[in-house]
T-cell receptor, first 114, second 112 residues
Framework: ETGVTQTPRHLVMGMTNKKSLKCEQHLGHNAMYWYKQSAKKPLELMFVYSLEERVENNSVPSRFSPECPNSSHLFLHLHTLQPEDSALYLC?????????????FGPGTRLTVL | GESVGLHLPTLSVQEGDNSIINCAYSNSASDYFIWYKQESGKGPQFIID?????DKRQGQRVTVLLNKTVKHLSLQIAATQPGDSAVYFC???????????FGTGTRLQVFP
C-alpha cells in the first residue's frame, strides 16, 4: 500500500451505533488530519495531530472522538451521530516543521447516518 | 476573517480548449497556495503550488497565477482533456502553520 488509505470506504450507521473510521499513511509523515466534506461546502478541518499530539480541534462535537496511536495511524470514533453528520470524511497527512506543507489525502469514507 | 472562495461553481469547456479556474482569498498573510483536483469517489490530489514570492508557476499543462495585489489566484489548464473533469479546490496557508483553508470548489466539465 502506498500513500494514504482509509477504511471503510462506505459506512451506513444508525444514530445509536458506535463505529470507527481508520486512516493509515505510508509516507513517513509526522502530521495527520481529519476533514469533513459536505455537499456545497468547503472542506472543514476537524482535527490535527502533529507528532502524535492533538494540536487542533475545531469545535467538533464530542460525538466525534479522534485517536492517534502512532504517526502512521489515525482513527475517528463515532457514537450517537446525527443525520447531518452524513458526509465524506477525509484523512490527510503531511510533513510539518520544515518539510512539505502539501497535504496528501486518502480516498475518504462516505458516511451515511440514518 | 480568513476565507478562500471560488468565483464559478461550474465551468464547462470543450475538449482541447484552455480552462481557467479562479479563486479569491482574503488573508493577506497567506504565503502559500495549493490547487487540488478531486475526482468523483476520490480524495483531493495535489496539482500545483505557488509561494507568495512568485506570481507564476508552470507544471505539465497547468499554470498557476498569483496576483497578491487583488488577492487572486487562478489555475490554467491547457488543452483540456476529458480526464480533467473534476472539482478543483484552491487552498491557502500561512508559513509555519499546518492549517490549510480550502475554498468551496469549482466543478470542471469537459465536453467533446
Amino acid at each position: 500500500e502506498t500513500g494514504v488509505t482509509q477504511t471503510p470506504r462506505h459506512l451506513v450507521m444508525g444514530m445509536t451505533n458506535k463505529k470507527s473510521l481508520k486512516c493509515e499513511q505510508h509516507l513517513g509523515h509526522n502530521a495527520m488530519y481529519w476533514y469533513k466534506q459536505s455537499a456545497k461546502k468547503p472542506l472543514e478541518l476537524m482535527f490535527v495531530y502533529s507528532l502524535e499530539e492533538r494540536v487542533e480541534n475545531n469545535s467538533v462535537p464530542s460525538r466525534f472522538s479522534p485517536e492517534c496511536p502512532n504517526s502512521s495511524h489515525l482513527f475517528l470514533h463515532l457514537h450517537t451521530l446525527q443525520p447531518e453528520d452524513s458526509a465524506l470524511y477525509l484523512c490527510a497527512s503531511s510533513q510539518v516543521f520544515g518539510g512539505q506543507i502539501e497535504q496528501f489525502f486518502g480516498p475518504g469514507t462516505r458516511l451515511t447516518v440514518l | 476573517g480568513e476565507s478562500v472562495g471560488l468565483h464559478l461553481p461550474t465551468l464547462s469547456v470543450q475538449e482541447g480548449d484552455n480552462s481557467i479556474i479562479n479563486c479569491a482569498y482574503s488573508n493577506s498573510a497567506s504565503d502559500y497556495f495549493i490547487w487540488y483536483k478531486q475526482e468523483s469517489g476520490k480524495g483531493p490530489q495535489f496539482i500545483i503550488d505557488i509561494r507568495s514570492n512568485m506570481d507564476k508557476r508552470q507544471g505539465q499543462r497547468v499554470t498557476v497565477l498569483l496576483n497578491k495585489t487583488v488577492k487572486h489566484l487562478s489555475l490554467q489548464i491547457a488543452a483540456t482533456q476529458p480526464g480533467d473533469s473534476a472539482v478543483y479546490f484552491c487552498a491557502e496557508t500561512i508559513y509555519n502553520t499546518d492549517k490549510l483553508i480550502f475554498g468551496t470548489g469549482t466543478r470542471l466539465q469537459v465536453f467533446p
